[in-house]
């Protein structure tokens, strides 16, 4: 997958990901358009070249940049210097390990929601222990889906030798897929979680998954995602 070039999921160009490395690994950030125009970043990318930003920043400001958990935080500084009217965000479980980690004032997750507006949704699912938020972006071609860590799509031969290692000591293996080791730190009742996204997810529009390791779903892939969370 070609790192650090954005792609437009849908054909307004209102939702749009690239995927970034962060050293042994490659992950991917999501940007959604609110209705004022702006874009909600999340999971913004580290080390992203000028190029990327100032691509992103031809389709709209950027107002708000999400950490969905307490370990996808490492682009925010760089993000917020070259975004300064740009806010950061956590959710409160993730909030004091994300301002330690950045240095930076990050707001909790309560004062980002009101400004979503109707298209765009950002979900703590049932079941949760620490939080690992979901984000939901919907356009007139249909519905996006940020899965964050418990969902991926890694291809063979994705990333270093050692993260393969530790991937597969993880339970994180090639293919689209539940990943039952991290929902040890993220879960304390995966049924419900599972129930819960489960149910969010089965929008019969459903236009492309985004995991926060791995390939976009969509098409047959996409159609998959019941299956998975069952």
């Known amino acids: 997958m070609a790192l650090y070039q954005w792609q437009a999921l849908d054909s307004t160009g209102n939702v749009q990901m690239l995927t970034y490395s962060f ?31 100032d691509a992103l920043a031809a389709l709209g400001p950027v107002s708000a940049l999400l ?16 975004f300064p009217d740009a806010v950061s965000y956590a959710p409160d479980g993730a909030l004091a390990r ?11 997750l309560a004062e980002l929601l009101p400004k979503l507006g ?19 972006a919907e356009t007139t071609d249909g ?8 969902i991926s799509n890694m291809q063979p031969g994705e990333g270093s030798a050692i993260f393969r290692a530790i991937s597969w000591l993880a339970g994180v293996g090639p293919g689209y897929r539940y990943n039952r080791l991290p929902s040890m730190l993220y879960l304390k009742d995966k049924a419900a979680w599972m129930a819960d996204v489960r149910t969010r997810m089965a929008d019969g529009n459903l236009l492309a998954v985004v995991p926060a390791h791995g390939a976009v779903a969509t098409g047959e892939t996409v159609a998959r995602t019941q299956e998975i969370l069952a």
């Open 98 to 108: 994300v301002t330690a980690k950045t240095g930076l004032r990050v707001a909790p």
């Open 143 to 150: 519905v996006t889906w940020f899965a964050g860590d418990l």
């Open 23 to 53: 050293g042994p690994g490659a992950a991917n950030t999501l940007a959604a358009r609110l209705e004022d125009g702006s874009f909600l970043v999340v999971s913004p990318a580290s080390g992203a070249p000028e190029a990327a930003l």
């Open 67 to 82: 950490a969905p958990n307490a370990f996808h935080h490492l682009g925010q500084a760089q993000w917020r210097q070259r």
């Open 118 to 136: 109707n298209r765009v949704q950002v979900v703590l699912p049932n079941g949760l222990k620490a939080p690992d938020a979901l984000v939901r």
